[in-house]
């Protein structure tokens, strides 16, 4: 099965300041990388995606970069702002034998500091 | 606000004890999945229904066991609970088999005493 592996698992920045989150994931058949944000006690809500044939997509502050050969994909939020603090899970879909389940890294909380 | 509805929003129970969480998918959505959210553990995908048909299983123990009905809503039930089963647990939907956005309903959290 799939394996996601995400660091770091806090990070502090000032706010205005940019935050990067990185995730590598096992394996190669997966095509689908969604980032969700989570604030405490709420639901996860998916805030950008990434698909396996596009290397970078972007939104506003947020951009996400894919790289395929090395299995990793990393989150990328500028200019943060304290509505930025949060848990946020990377996740990678493994498309196999008829199974589309996400697999999620364990998440990185963030805290931008005003 | 997702259009997933979970219930109820906090379960209360005893070890030994069984119980059972409700999901309703969004509007026209066919896939139902559940996942396990603990403290050490991060977002566990447990199991995916589409249309009435179980599609992919993960990290469900045996204890626990799903159904999706005709209307497309969900159940998860949970037995013979133990201390370590207290969780939140997220049930999501998307619109296809492989749907890409899966949006998340706001959770049970379940204490097990």
């Known amino acids: 099965g799939e394996n996601v592996e995400q660091h770091p698992s806090t990070l502090s920045v000032q706010e205005g300041d940019s935050a990067v989150i990185k995730c590598t994931y096992s394996d190669s058949a997966s095509n689908y990388f969604p980032w969700y944000k989570q604030e405490l006690g709420k639901r996860p809500q998916l805030i950008i995606d990434?698909?396996?044939?596009?290397g970078e997509k972007k939104d506003q502050r947020i951009a996400v970069t894919l790289n395929k050969t090395a299995k990793h994909f990393s989150l990328h939020i500028t200019e943060t702002q304290p509505e930025d603090s949060a848990v946020y899970f990377c996740?990678?879909?493994?498309?196999?034998?008829?199974?589309?389940?996400?697999?999620f890294g364990k998440g990185t909380k963030l805290s931008v500091i005003p | 606000d997702s259009g997933v509805t979970q219930t109820p929003k906090h379960l209360i129970t005893a070890t030994g004890q069984r119980v059972t969480l409700r999901c309703s998918p969004r509007s026209g959505d066919l896939s139902v999945y559940w996942y396990q959210q603990s403290l050490d553990q991060g977002l566990q995908f447990l199991i995916q229904y589409y249309n009435g048909e179980e599609r992919a299983k993960g990290n469900i123990l045996e204890r626990f066991s799903a159904q999706q009905f005709p209307d497309l809503h969900s159940e998860l039930n949970l037995s013979s609970l133990e201390l370590g089963d207290s969780a939140l647990y997220f049930c999501a939907s998307s619109v296809a088999l492989a749907g890409d956005t899966q949006y998340f309903g706001p959770g049970t959290r379940l204490t097990v005493l």
């Open positions: 990434i698909r396996s044939n596009v």
């Open positions: 996740a990678a879909r493994y498309s196999g034998a008829g199974s589309y389940q996400l697999t």
